[in-house]
């Protein structure tokens, strides 16, 4: 399988494990917007986080009022600026990011096991590789601390 069909595939078969279990059933432009929150540097506003997306403030309002409700992230006025709304990463958040994360390993792990049988080598048992300890800790602390 060509390489650009390999990494749809993988694609695939990671939203085809999210669907499958009973977590939430995020759109894109959601994931998109809790991934920015997590892996980029703070502070977050709504402005800056339409600006990086290229979508409109409503639309990262809407976004955030479903991860809201889901607790993922939440949001605070700065206290520097009272015009500015603050939007920040939450344990419960960062712990679906960790799960997240461990979905997109274990679908790279068996499409590289399918691949190696592909190419004649044999069936390949590659264990899952588990997160760290503290890997929890990692999404949050991604960047600069809330």
Known sequence: MPHKLQALDLWRNVLVSSVKQAGPDLSSRQLAL???????????????????LSISKPAISRAL???????????????ADRRNVLVQRTVKGSVFLTEFSQLVLTSQQAAMAEATVEAGAGPVDIPPQPLPED??????LAGSPD
Not at 34 to 52: E, Q, S
Not at 65 to 79: A, P, S
Request: aromatic residues 4%; without cysteine.
């Open 135 to 140: 890997a929890s800790n990692e999404l949050v």
């Open 34 to 52: 809790l991934l920015t929150v997590y892996l980029t540097p703070p502070p977050h506003t709504v402005r800056g986080l339409a600006g990086t």
């Open 65 to 79: 009022d479903r991860l809201g409700r889901l607790g993922f992230v939440r949001r605070k006025r700065d206290d």
